[in-house]
């Protein structure tokens, strides 16, 4: 077995599974945003990602109670609740800019423009997190935002209202990450973390959907539905896998979601894929991979150092 592979735990490949299996039901969900924007406001998937979160999550419970760890008395802590609060807020703002700025422009072209977070994240991570940020890693990281470059140069595009929205967004999905990261080092249940979510959500929409909701047909609902209930299902998927990798892993993995962009575009949109565009998601797949690895290889270190 090569070297590189003998390097990644178990641990680190299933949160790598997680964040592939996750970003390809956000794709989706953003695709069905998409369609369905030229009929209802985009910001709706947001109520609806959290009416179908509450029933997801209430089955959950009901099937795995007691649910280790599950502990309400732990929001009443010292301090707890901000961060919880904090994180429903970014999430549901970061969803809303990125969901419009998609009914803006090309799915393709927002879809990587919000894969520009993972430069955000890594220094986030650093100062909030005290995440070690050696050279290998930044030059790495660089090489991934490179990639995103190739693929659509936000300065070649220019700065129109949707691009302002996406590179906004993708700060913003930065932040949500790290903060993921640290509400599961101070061991909160991803049950609780996701329901603070959706009630932020919930509270927010709920006046725009009830002023809208005339503009509904059987087809856009499913649409809006679907869109809400994949996003979802992508933030359970990320929730669980930072237990086992780090903020910046999960960002650079998530990385992928440029390929699946272009295909959704591709196939649905009639957008155009250059070879440019293969080669910046190329460098973006290297890019991920060399992060993983040098992240994986530092912890092997300091546990050894142990």
Known sequence: MPKIFQNIDKKTILGTLLVFIGTLFGTTGQTFIKISSSQINPIHAIFWRSISGFIILFFIYIKNRPIKGFNLDIIKGKNNLKWYILRGLISTLSALTLFVAIAKADISEIGTLSNINPIFTVFI???LLNEKLSTKIVLTTFLGITGVFLIRN??????ETAHLLVLFSASLIAFDLVLLR???????HYILIIAIMLITGFIFTLPIVLSEIADYTP??????FSAGTFDLITQIFFTKAARYISSGSISMIALISVFEFMIWGSLIFNELVTNINIM?????IISAGSIIYLKNKDKKRIK???
Request: hydrophobic share 60%; no cysteine.
């Open 280 to 284: 910046g998601g190329l460098l973006i």
């Open 182 to 188: 640290k509400l599961n080092i101070l061991n909160f």
């Open 125 to 127: 991570a650093y100062f």
């Open 219 to 224: 087809y856009y609902f499913i649409l809006i």
């Open 304 to 306: 050894g150092a142990d």
């Open 154 to 159: 936000p300065f070649v595009i220019g700065f």
